[in-house]
Every structure is written in structure tokens, then in C-alpha cells.
């Protein structure tokens, strides 16, 4: 993964709110708990998305964009080869300049949607949310939330390749999400819904293949200069290791497919390689047929 040095990025699309406020209740309890309760929660929404939103939750914490200054640091391509975060940036851009670019040649009109960057916990219009969640996507708020450090669980607990590309396929499967959400197709999901052919796993396949279309054009935003196999590959890996049966063999030592929320792994590699090949978002119908 490899961007053009001469890329201007835009950091406003990403907001840094590590070390800020967002992490405590207004009382001071961390919410999390113990191991058991963690492994329950990252089985369940890894990669998660959260369907609970609503307007009767707590106020989003004011503190946001006390972390390092973005805009600053990350102005161009040559930076976010140099870091991780500037990376962060540059990936959302590239991202949200290929739906922008897909949205408006379909007619439609492009709502961008902002990452934060989080540590811990952070409070959403989803509702407060720790790190054992995993990244996700909040409706509600129409932002993507990625606590950077799930990038060494992917690997260490979930035994991914790892690499700058397999992060760029998380982030790639969030703004699918996110495309869901402009596009009304979330509700075609019910929230809590389980099961190897549920809404939920159609929706979380169907973000995979959203990210595998990006992918595709992400050299024609003009953010990369190339993807090379080793790309591709670091992202398969994460599809891979992000499976509702590799994680459930993992930790319950067996796979039961009426809990699968997002899908085996040979169907998360397989939906983001039908969106890479046919870099079509209209490839990405798993609501019709059999996934
Ligand atoms: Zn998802």
C-alpha cells in the first residue's frame, strides 16, 4: 500500500478523540468487565455495527479532538506512508472519494461520514462503547469509530497476516456501513438477528464486498499509486481471521451457525473478492440468492 507523495489529504474527515473525555461515564465507572464478558462481546460484534440507535441515549461526550492534531501532521501522501494514523486518514479519503465519485455517477448524492479515533471507550449516539467491540459504525451519528489497537488483536487474537492493507479493508468494510445507511439498506437487517443466512450476515457480507469495490478503484482516487498482491492478500487474511467460524472454533472450540452475525470466513474472502473483481457495488446483492 503505497500512496502518492503528492496526495493532499484531508484530515478533517478523521477526528482524534484519544486521551480525551469520551472515556469515562459521567460517574467515573469504566464499563468493560472480565475476560468472559470481553470474548462475548468481540464474538458478537467484530467489526460490529451497531443497530441500537436511537435518540434517547446519552449526549456524545463533548471532548473530542483533544488527541493529536491531524491536520497538522497528515497533509499529504508522503505522510501517511511515514504513519500509521496519517495512513488512517489517507485510506478514509480515498474511501469517501470513490463513494462520492460512485454515488454521483448513480445520480445520487454522497453524505460523507467522519472516523474517529478512539481509546478504550467512547461515547456515540449508539450509545457508550468500549474497544472490546471492535470497530464499528455508528447510524446514528453516521461516523465510524476504530480504536487503532484492534489492529494487534487482528493479529494476535485473531491470528490475521496483519499489514497496512488488511487495516484498510477494516475501514473499507465500515464506510460500507455507511454506504447501507444512505442507501436505506440497514433495516433490512433486525437488530439482535442471528444465523448463517440472517439479515445481519447478509448486511456484514454485503459491507465486505462494498470494501472489496473501493479496493478495486482506490488507484483511480488518485490517494494510491498501487495495490499489489501482497495488498489483496493482507486483506483476505483479515476476511479470514474475522469469520464467525474461525472465531467461534477459536473460543468455544466448536461453530455453531445460528449465532453467526457476519458470515464463515469462505464467505467473507469470497464477497470481498467478488467486489474486487467486478469493482461494482451493484456485484454486492447478498440480500437476493444464496450467499
Ligand atoms: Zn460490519
Known amino acids: ?113 467522519k472516523t474517529q479515533l478512539f481509546s478504550q471507550a467512547t461515547q456515540t449516539r449508539c450509545g457508550y462503547a468500549t474497544s472490546d467491540v471492535g470497530p464499528f459504525y455508528c447510524p446514528a451519528d453516521q461516523k465510524v469509530y476504530l480504536d487503532l489497537t484492534f489492529f494487534n488483536e487482528l493479529q494476535q487474537r485473531f491470528g490475521a497476516e496483519g499489514g497496512p492493507f488488511a487495516q484498510a479493508y477494516v475501514v473499507g468494510h465500515e464506510y460500507g456501513h455507511h454506504i447501507q445507511n444512505l442507501l436505506g439498506d440497514m433495516n433490512k437487517a433486525k437488530a439482535g438477528a442471528k444465523g448463517a443466512t440472517s439479515g445481519s450476515v447478509r448486511l456484514e457480507l454485503q459491507a465486505d464486498c462494498y470494501a472489496g469495490t473501493w479496493a478495486k478503484n482506490a488507484v483511480s482516487t488518485g490517494f494510491l499509486t498501487q495495490l499489489t498482491e501482497t495488498d489483496i492478500r493482507q486483506a483476505l487474511s483479515a476476511a479470514e481471521a474475522v469469520g464467525d467460524d474461525s472465531i467461534q472454533q477459536r473460543s468455544q472450540g466448536r461453530v455453531d451457525p445460528d449465532g453467526f452475525t457476519h458470515g464463515t470466513s469462505e464467505q467473507r474472502r469470497r464477497w470481498f473478492t467478488t467486489g474486487y473483481q467486478s469493482g461494482d457495488p451493484r456485484s454486492c446483492d447478498t440480500f437476493s440468492g444464496s450467499i
Open 1 to 113: 500500500m503505497d500512496f502518492r507523495d503528492d496526495a493532499q489529504l484531508d484530515a478533517s474527515q478523521v477526528e482524534d478523540a484519544r486521551g480525551g473525555g469520551g472515556g469515562r461515564r459521567p460517574g467515573g465507572m469504566m464499563i468493560g468487565g472480565g475476560a468472559v464478558g470481553l470474548l462475548a462481546t468481540i464474538v458478537a460484534l467484530v467489526f460490529g455495527l451497531d443497530l441500537t440507535g436511537g435518540s434517547d441515549q446519552q449526549q456524545p461526550a463533548g471532548q473530542v479532538g483533544s488527541g493529536t492534531n491531524l491536520s497538522a501532521q497528515c497533509r499529504s501522501g508522503a505522510d501517511a506512508d511515514q504513519s500509521q494514523d496519517c495512513r488512517i486518514v489517507g485510506t478514509v479519503n480515498s474511501i469517501q472519494s470513490y463513494w462520492n465519485k460512485q454515488f454521483t455517477s448513480d445520480g445520487r448524492r454522497y453524505t460523507p461520514a
